[in-house]
């Protein structure tokens, strides 16, 4: 019985990195930027944007993807039985770890979805990012071999557990509704979307399936490491694979250093970025496709991690750390460098041994 529960879920794996990698292809044939298909920390930097916590005009757009994958999770565990209100574990330490997270990853100029899908795009500056995140996930699992814990998450009211599905709702309400005070770019990445419907039927399909399967970029290389499993990572090798080929028919595949969309060449800080993001996501857990997933079981230190990853954005634009296709700006570098130093600290302090 046990054997077969595996076998199920590593099928639900492979299901899910298949539909990540054509989605994160065919979204920009349908309108979103390049090599942006899927990016939770693009797309909610975006979404930061139209609310108007930042001002960065060329990047401000809700995002229904981002809303998809919360509600298709909230939907699909509602229906599974599996939707279970609870926190309180560091939710301030989650907070601040997710603010980073998004620092890491506007570096970089990308999530790990985002990585993937440059790499399957033919993007190059993608591979020391690579490096980065593998790195910063081995300090993460060091950490976990000392016993690192932000504490245990206690079952809560059950109605905590659906505020932010509920505020993810709210915001597709506004973007179909486009009342004066939601800002939407005129150019740039902001300006660029698929329609919005086909955006929120993908964010719903991937939401469900990754609720299914417990999809996760960080847990598949972390799980290598710590425990020798290869079960998650296998999606993330699928949609890799995924990606290329689509983006081979399609057209969309630029193999190289320059002239890729949203990116830039500067290759100690794609590698140092993508360090921060691996690590502090280590110590979080999971990825941020996999917090917004659970985000929509009811987990609120999930959803505390989520509004860090906005508030991260947020701080990113106003204080000009968030880097651009000419590079990333002294500020980033030096937040950058904090990051890692405070993640450092806070895995330090919180093991158990």
Not at 231 to 245: D, K, M, R, T
Not at 289 to 312: H, K, M, N, P, Y
């Amino acid at each position: 019985m046990k054997d077969q529960k595996i076998s199920n879920n590593s099928l639900m794996v492979i299901i899910t990195g298949i539909v990540i990698g054509i989605f994160g292809a065919l979204l920009v044939k349908f309108g979103n930027p390049g090599n942006m298909g899927v990016c939770v920390a693009c797309f909610l930097r975006d979404i930061t944007g139209s609310l108007g916590l930042h001002r960065a005009s060329v990047v401000q757009y809700i995002r229904p993807e981002i809303i998809g994958f919360v509600l298709g999770a909230f939907i699909v565990s509602l229906l599974a039985g599996e939707f279970k209100a609870r926190g309180g574990s560091s939710s301030i330490t989650r907070f601040l770890l997710g603010a980073f997270v998004m620092i890491g990853a506007l570096v970089f100029l990308g999530c790990p979805v985002r990585m993937l899908l440059r790499l399957g795009g033919g993007d190059l500056n993608s591979l020391t990012a690579l490096i980065g995140f593998i790195i910063g996930i081995y300090i993460g699992v060091l950490f976990l071999k000392k016993g690192f814990t932000l504490g245990r998450s206690n079952q809560i009211n059950k109605t905590n557990g659906y505020v932010l599905p509920l505020l993810m709702l709210s915001i597709f309400i506004l973007l179909l509704v486009k009342p004066s005070f939601i800002f939407i770019s005129e150019k740039g990445p902001g300006s660029m979307h698929a329609p919005i419907i086909i955006s929120i039927i993908a964010g719903l399909i991937i939401g469900g399936l990754a609720q299914r399967s417990r999809f996760c970029f960080v847990g598949g290389i972390r799980d290598v490491i710590l425990i020798r499993s290869s079960h998650l990572l296998i999606g993330f090798i699928i949609a890799l694979l995924l990606v290329f080929i689509v983006n081979l028919a399609l057209g969309q595949f630029s193999l190289g250093f320059s002239g890729q969309f949203a990116a830039h060449s500067n290759h100690l800080w794609n590698l140092l970025g993508m360090l921060l993001v691996g690590i502090s996501a280590t110590l979080l857990g999971g990825c941020p496709l996999r917090q917004l997933i659970l985000t929509g079981e009811g987990d609120c230190d999930s959803a505390v991690t989520v509004l860090g990853f906005v508030a991260g954005a947020a701080v990113a634009h106003n204080f000009i750390l968030a880097a651009s296709p000419e590079g990333v700006p002294l500020n980033g570098q030096i937040a950058v460098i904090i990051g890692i130093v405070i993640c450092l600290v806070v895995g330090f302090i919180n093991r158990e041994k």
